[in-house]
């Protein structure tokens, strides 16, 4: 139901723009996620957004989080672009309407995952 694409391989300092299109349901009262996974890593918070956003302080200031609720989509532009930012990225849909946090046990639905390289 969670559809993420736009990954690729870049150069550090690009940019690139994710997006995640949700299907079957209206998300609008939910907060999106996105997280990532490095190899070898755990996966971690990057951004989240219902009526407010919050980032990891990692991405802060380099990435943004939006939607639009009209095409049940949510993006996460990506810019300067680290090799450090190398994972594969994952949106996700929170379990409860009207609240937000950053743990991704709160969040039950998960999209299959886009991989974003950055070469140095």
């Known amino acids: 139901q969670l559809q993420a694409s736009g990954g690729g391989l870049v150069q550090a300092g690009a940019s690139l723009r994710l997006s995640c299109a949700a299907s079957g349901r209206t998300f609008s009262s939910y907060a999106m996620g996105w997280f990532r996974q490095a190899p070898g890593k755990e996966r971690e918070f990057v951004a989240t957004?219902?009526?407010?956003?919050y980032y990891a302080d990692s991405v802060k200031g380099r990435f943004t989080i939006s939607r639009d609720d009209a095409k049940n989509t949510v993006y996460l532009q990506m810019n300067s672009l680290k090799p450090e930012d190398t994972a594969v990225y994952y949106c996700?849909?929170?379990?409860?309407?009207?609240?937000?946090?950053?743990?991704?046990?709160?969040?039950?639905?998960w999209g299959q995952g886009t991989l974003v390289t950055v070469s140095s």
């Open positions: 957004i219902r009526t407010g956003t």
């Open positions: 996700a849909k929170h379990r409860s309407p009207y609240t937000i946090s950053r743990d991704h046990s709160d969040y039950d639905y």
